[in-house]
Nanobody, 124 residues
Framework: EVQLVESGGGLVQAGGSLRLSCAAS????????IGWFRQAPGKEREGLAC????????YIADSVKGRFTISRDNATHTVYLQMNSLELEDTAVYYC?????????????????RGQGTQVTVSS
């Protein structure tokens, strides 16, 4: 069974940084992309970033480009979202997701498995 578990969220002041982790398990292949999403109360889900299985293809949404970066460590099956210069508007539940064997286009548009999410709260 595929499992994605996020960690690293918390309370941070505006301008601060957080690094979120997404630990993946249960995959029968290493060929999977992982995407990061967020959802704030009353708002639609927003796709933030994605990284391919070999890290040769990454995507960062324009809304967070220059502040967020994505990376992965296949040895530990972990994908990271480094978030810098956090703003009040970044407050949301952040979660990672995958489309099980497909690349970033499918992952960002049709994620089939996701984690429970981790809360990020940015204060002034």
């Amino acid at each position: 069974e595929v499992q994605l578990v996020e960690s690293g969220g918390g309370l941070v002041q505006a301008g601060g940084s957080l690094r979120l982790s997404c630990a993946a398990s249960g995959f029968t292949t290493d060929d999977y992309a992982i995407g990061w999403f967020r959802q704030a109360p009353g708002k639609e889900r927003e796709g933030l970033a994605c990284i391919s299985s070999s890290s040769d293809n990454t995507y960062i949404a324009d809304s967070v480009k220059g502040r967020f970066t994505i990376s992965r460590d296949n040895a530990t099956h972990t994908v990271y979202l480094q978030m810098n210069s956090l703003e009040l508007e970044d407050t949301a539940v952040y979660y990672c997701a995958t489309s099980l064997g497909f690349g970033c286009i499918a992952t960002m548009n049709y994620p089939s498995s996701r984690g429970q999410g981790t809360q990020v709260t940015v204060s002034s």
